[in-house]
């Protein structure tokens, strides 16, 4: 067992003892406060060979235990002052503890990222189940609502996978805050999901995000984005909704492949042979995962469910838009700026060809045709609305590329801005329309 492993287990070890929280949250909160504030001055001795992090042994302070311990002990505090539920606190502070213990034993073994990936998800989706299953045993004199407990073991493992992937390990603190109060916000969302639903919709999730990364459509990153934007839609808002979104992954994915040699020539090719990344990922569909939350929450906000969707399938119908707009009309010549129609270098920003406007439109069509099909509340109306919010949303894309990409912001804030303007037109029209 090599040094990576054995803090890994002691901090697994510490983790544990949130399990009190159970009983007594105060003395969880002083317990880890004080360990935080003893990490600062322990500066030699087994303790300190055991748990000091690289950066540690340079700074000759156990900074690392102290912001773990100091992260938990506010944790505690959100409990006893906010009613955090300490169910969510135990499953955050175990499925990351554990998480990181089963990652550091899967790099013994190999150094695929995949493989360390995998064993974090299992690791801490198995500490978190146990974790508030002991919790809601002693608190609530039972073992919860099962499918709950196992939704949230799932998005939790999830996000910080998501985060861990894209932060630096000393951040740890960072993904734990992240991680207790998103299971938060869970707790409080109606989930009406069967167990047997919950593990569907895990094993489907698990499913597309391998797929995703196996066929190069995505990073690790990446793939961990889609997965948990892929669990959250079925869960919250289901089959229907996943399966818009899984068209714009799907065709995304397959237009960016196209021709993927004569783009690169052309120097319009998305980097590492089109696999997208979480920021990529993120850009084109927070807003959809927003619009899921919105949905889910629906009897918390003044606005009625329907209105959630149109929003939800306009973000989705600008970013299938702006995809097939960008990778199909990446491949013709004479793209013409769209704010003043002269003609630009391909892979100008604001650049359009009528090809790529074309094949937006059919992107748009498509997520409308699904929307149609999959949900009885929309009808050939509301499909008109989500394919024009679609267009819409591209022609913004393409205007903030000519005016403000570049120097002032970047791609991935672009995207969020049109998948942002295509979800409040979708919305908009079908308020005005009287579809919700």
Not at 150 to 169: C, P, Y
Not at 221 to 239: F, H, K
């Amino acid at each position: 067992m090599n040094q990576s492993v054995r803090r890994a287990a002691a901090f697994a070890g510490i983790g544990t003892l949130a399990l009190a929280a159970s009983v007594l949250v105060a003395g969880v909160a002083a317990l880890f406060a004080a360990l935080g504030a003893l990490a600062l001055v322990v500066d030699e001795g087994k303790a300190f060979d055991l748990l000091a992090r690289p950066s540690d042994r340079r700074e000759g302070r156990l900074r690392g235990l102290a912001a773990f311990a100091f992260a938990t002990a506010g944790l505690a505090m959100l409990v006893m002052l906010v009613d955090l539920p300490v169910h969510a606190f135990v499953a955050a502070v175990l499925l990351l503890s554990y998480g990181n213990l089963a990652e550091r034993l899967a790099r013994q073994r190999s150094s695929s990222a995949i493989a360390a990936t995998a064993a974090f998800a299992l690791g801490g989706f198995v500490a978190a189940i146990a974790a508030q299953s002991v919790v809601l045993a002693v608190v609530a004199a039972g073992v919860g609502s099962r499918p709950e407990v196992v939704f949230l073991a799932a998005s939790g493992v999830l996000l910080a996978a998501l985060l861990r992937s894209v932060l630096f390990e000393r951040d740890d603190p960072l993904v734990l805050f992240s991680v207790a109060l998103l299971l938060w916000l869970f707790t409080v969302l109606t989930v009406n999901v069967t167990l047997l639903e919950v593990a569907l919709a895990i094993a489907v999730t698990v499913g597309f995000g391998y797929l995703s990364w196996a066929l190069d459509t995505a990073s690790v990153t990446g793939m961990l984005t889609g997965a948990l934007l892929a669990l959250l839609t079925i869960v919250l808002g289901g089959y229907p909704w996943f399966a818009v979104l899984i068209s714009f992954f799907a065709l995304g994915s397959l237009s960016t492949k196209f021709r993927y040699d004569e783009k690169r020539d052309n120097g319009v090719a998305e980097a590492n042979e089109g696999a997208r990344g979480g920021g990529n990922v993120l850009g084109n569909a927070a807003v959809a995962l927003v619009a899921v939350i919105a949905f889910a929450a629906r009897a918390h906000l003044p606005f009625a469910g329907d209105v959630f969707l149109f929003a939800f399938a306009g973000s989705i119908a600008t970013a299938m838009s702006d995809t097939l707009s960008s990778e199909i009309g990446g491949v013709f010549d004479d793209p013409r700026l769209i704010t003043t129609l002269e003609k630009v270098e391909p892979g100008t920003d604001g650049g359009v060809t009528w090809q790529g406007e074309l094949a937006g439109a059919f992107g748009a069509t498509i997520v409308a045709a699904i929307a149609v099909v999959l949900f009885g509340t929309v009808g050939a109306l509301g499909g008109a609305v989500v394919a024009l919010a679609g267009v819409g949303g591209m022609t913004v894309d393409s205007l903030l590329g000519a005016t403000v990409e570049g120097e002032l912001v970047g791609n991935q804030t672009v995207n969020f801005l049109a998948t942002l303007s295509g979800a409040i037109l979708g919305g908009a029209l079908a308020l005005l329309a009287g579809l919700s």
